[in-house]
């Protein structure tokens, strides 16, 4: 049955019940004639309440199936092409934010379920470098903003990367396996969060300080890893065997060959659940998989 008929069904069936209720207590005589005669002139205010209901549960669901369209929309990120290096910054809030490396050219793309500005882009040229900023403006009233928009930042596999991150009210993923990245700094607030690393051609350097409920780090195989936690209370779960815990309180990966690489990563903040682990593959960065 379609659901508008079987929403008249329904009201059809209350009326029905009310009106015999109403009869069996005029026949019983518990109602008297003059009520009999005012239920008779009022019985059109029974078709205005049914309209009213109806008009409600439509509203409703429009309002709901608005809701549950996202808007998307694609903004490509200028980047020189006699750049031989890029750092971005992002500032990002209430929503889910994932980044990946991707072929072609550079973007972001955002799917949002309410009005909401539109990103702001800024370019810039520093020598050989090109200096990326992307953020939205923030509301007047942020406890109205909805936390169920998306951003999809697609990073260039090719160029050397300094990525910077400032984070609010939001859960990410970075996929950075296969980018060529330099330093990582990552500041977070609430929610959950995900860093996978790549092995880098050298070294790379990071900062992580995050106050949201998890964080899960992946380092590579095959470079040599030191991450030092900053906070000694944060709840701490790593593969036994796969890294070993030194007395300054860092933990760091076995020797790895001359030309491998190193990761080394400061993580502070008031963490719930610290994850680390090391990746199965050694994937050559710049790469596709």
């Not at 004639?33 to 009022?42: E, H, K, W």
């Not at 949002?112 to 403006?137: F, K």
């Not at 596999?157 to 060529?180: F, G, I, K, N, Y």
Request: aromatic share 6%; charged share 20%; proline share 8%.
């Amino acid at each position: 049955m379609h659901p508008l008929a079987k929403r008249i069904a329904l009201l059809a069936s209350g009326f029905s019940l009310v009106i015999g209720l109403f009869l069996l207590g005029y026949n019983l005589q518990f109602i008297s004639a003059g009520a009999v005669t005012t239920a008779l002139n009022l019985w059109p205010v029974l078709l205005v309440a049914a309209g009213f209901m109806l008009l409600v549960d439509s509203t409703r669901k429009r309002v709901g199936a608005r809701a549950a369209t996202a808007t998307s929309r694609e903004y490509l990120l200028p980047i020189e092409e006699r750049s031989s290096q890029v750092s971005l910054r992002v500032h990002f809030s209430y929503g889910k934010l994932i980044a990946a490396s991707a072929p072609g050219r550079p973007r972001l793309e955002t799917a949002a379920h309410a009005p909401r500005p539109a990103p702001v882009i800024r370019h810039e040229l520093v020598g050989n470098r090109s200096d990326l900023s992307v953020s939205v403006s923030q509301p007047i009233f942020p406890s109205h903003m909805t936390t169920d928009d998306t951003w999809r930042l697609f990073l260039p596999p090719e160029l050397p990367l300094q990525l910077s991150m400032q984070l609010h009210e939001a859960d990410t993923r970075l996929d950075l396996r296969q980018v060529r990245l330099e330093s990582l700094d990552l500041r977070t607030e609430a929610g959950s969060h995900q860093v996978l690393l790549g092995r880098p051609p050298s070294r790379m350097s990071g900062q992580i300080s995050c106050a949201g409920s998890s964080l899960f780090l992946l380092l590579p195989a095959g470079a040599f890893c030191r991450v030092r936690l900053l906070n000694p209370f944060c709840r701490l779960d790593y593969p036994q065997g796969d890294m070993e815990k030194r007395d300054d309180g860092s933990l760091v990966t076995a020797r790895a060959p001359a030309g491998s690489g190193s990761v080394e990563i400061e993580v502070d903040g008031p963490i719930r659940d610290l994850v680390l682990d090391i990746g199965d593959e050694d994937d050559p960065p710049g790469t596709e998989t």
